[in-house]
């Protein structure tokens, strides 16, 4: 990982020490044992040659040390990772000879978190144009011509699918992150083409954007969902199939939603946590349904044994005062 520029060595010295400062707190977050590198935390200014490569050499062991997965977690929740460590980590990245598949994920997610940061808060949808894209990206990937690849093409349909998807359900059953994952997987060493990197970042960030409109709706549906089962009476629900107990309080249910709002804002996946906000809709729905069919304003146990997939157990509005 060479990142001292010839040009300007001290601003690139304060940049390897800018990353050697974020990944010591990656380190001790993730409990990663690292030794600390003398170099590094030197603040005497540019050492000698002999001393920048110990502080590579200290950078590029982290770099591989670290997964992708914590390298998202610590984005997203640690005040050290600003925009000038974003750009100093990207770029190192970028200058690389030879890149691995991690290198190609970090890459990707770096370039949609800037790309994020960057844009205008109204710019969203699959109008966004990769004219638009590059123009943002600019100052970090310099001037990207904007040329055809028909190997991108599927990248456009999978968009469309996105934007078209009524709930998180669709989304992922279509598997459009899954589809694009393989694009990017299969593309190899042409996924660090500026060209392609433009397109990746709008391809990324839209995605990103379709699943947190979905998130936010599927969440809504739910708490809406729960406040009309409790005008009914109902106390709680059967949604073992969503992973939780059989005679779930909906007070509780709707206090996990909440607190879903802030989990969710992670980098978007069809991870365990969204599958089972998936199946808790799936819950919440059918025992509107159910409650529904049976007509009453009060919607009353069913037997343990039912053939219902969730099912709706009733209780006192006293008790829902006691919340």
């Given at each position: 990982?060479?990142?001292?520029?010839?040009?300007?060595?001290?601003?690139?010295?304060?940049?390897?020490?800018?990353?050697?400062?974020?990944?010591?707190?990656?380190?001790?977050?993730?409990?990663?044992?690292?030794?600390?590198?003398?170099?590094?935390e030197s603040e005497s200014g540019v050492p000698s040659a002999?001393?920048?490569?110990?502080?590579?050499?200290?950078?590029?062991?982290?770099?591989?040390?670290?997964?992708?997965?914590?390298?998202?977690?610590?984005?997203?929740?640690?005040?050290?990772?600003?925009?000038?460590?974003?750009?100093?980590?990207?770029?190192?990245?970028?200058?690389?000879?030879?890149?691995?598949?991690?290198?190609?994920?970090?890459?990707?997610?770096?370039?949609?978190?800037?790309?994020?940061?960057?844009?205008?808060?109204?710019?969203?949808?699959?109008?966004?144009?990769?004219?638009?894209?590059?123009?943002?990206?600019?100052?970090?990937?310099?001037?990207?011509?904007?040329?055809?690849?028909?190997?991108?093409?599927?990248?456009?349909?999978?968009?469309?699918?996105?934007?078209?998807?009524?709930?998180?359900?669709?989304?992922?059953?279509?598997?459009?992150?899954?589809?694009?994952?393989?694009?990017?997987?299969?593309?190899?060493?042409?996924?660090?083409?500026?060209?392609?990197?433009?397109?990746?970042?709008?391809?990324?960030?839209?995605?990103?954007?379709?699943?947190?409109r979905l998130m936010h709706q599927d969440l809504n549906t739910?708490?809406?969902?729960?406040?009309?089962?409790?005008?009914?009476?109902?106390?709680?629900?059967?949604?073992?199939?969503?992973?939780?107990?059989?005679?779930?309080?909906?007070?509780?249910?709707?206090?996990?939603?909440?607190?879903?709002?802030?989990?969710?804002?992670?980098?978007?996946?069809?991870?365990?946590?969204?599958?089972?906000?998936?199946?808790?809709?799936?819950?919440v729905e059918s025992a509107l349904m159910h409650a529904a069919?049976?007509?009453?304003?009060?919607?009353?146990?069913?037997?343990?044994?039912?053939?219902?997939?969730?099912?709706?157990?009733?209780?006192?509005?006293?008790?829902?005062?006691?919340?």
């Amino acid at each position: 990982m060479s990142t001292l520029s010839k040009t300007n060595p001290n601003a690139a010295w304060q940049n390897m020490r800018r990353l050697y400062s974020a990944y010591l707190a990656l380190s001790r977050e993730f409990a990663i044992e690292t030794q600390p590198c003398a170099e590094l935390e030197s603040e005497s200014g540019v050492p000698s040659a002999e001393g920048i490569t110990r502080g590579e050499h200290w950078l590029a062991d982290m770099d591989q040390r670290v997964q992708i997965h914590q390298l998202r977690q610590f984005v997203q929740t640690s005040a050290q990772a600003d925009e000038a460590f974003l750009h100093a980590l990207l770029s190192c990245h970028l200058k690389k000879e030879e890149h691995t598949e991690q290198d190609r994920d970090k890459v990707d997610f770096l370039l949609v978190q800037i790309f994020s940061q960057a844009a205008p808060s109204d710019i969203s949808g699959p109008s966004l144009s990769l004219a638009e894209v590059a123009k943002i990206l600019q100052p970090i990937l310099g001037t990207v011509e904007i040329s055809a690849s028909d190997w991108l093409d599927p990248l456009e349909d999978l968009l469309g699918k996105a934007y078209r998807a009524k709930n998180l359900n669709e989304l992922f059953t279509s598997r459009i992150i899954e589809q694009g994952r393989h694009i990017k997987a299969s593309s190899g060493d042409k996924f660090f083409e500026p060209s392609s990197l433009v397109a990746f970042a709008r391809f990324g960030f839209l995605v990103r954007r379709a699943f947190f409109r979905l998130m936010h709706q599927d969440l809504n549906t739910i708490l809406d969902g729960l406040r009309d089962l409790e005008a009914q009476g109902v106390t709680t629900l059967d949604c073992r199939k969503a992973q939780f107990a059989a005679d779930e309080p909906v007070s509780r249910l709707r206090m996990i939603c909440q607190s879903w709002k802030v989990m969710f804002h992670a980098e978007y996946s069809s991870g365990q946590p969204l599958c089972i906000l998936v199946d808790l809709r799936t819950a919440v729905e059918s025992a509107l349904m159910h409650a529904a069919r049976r007509g009453a304003p009060k919607a009353k146990a069913a037997a343990a044994g039912s053939a219902q997939e969730f099912e709706v157990s009733g209780g006192s509005w006293d008790a829902d005062a006691k919340e």
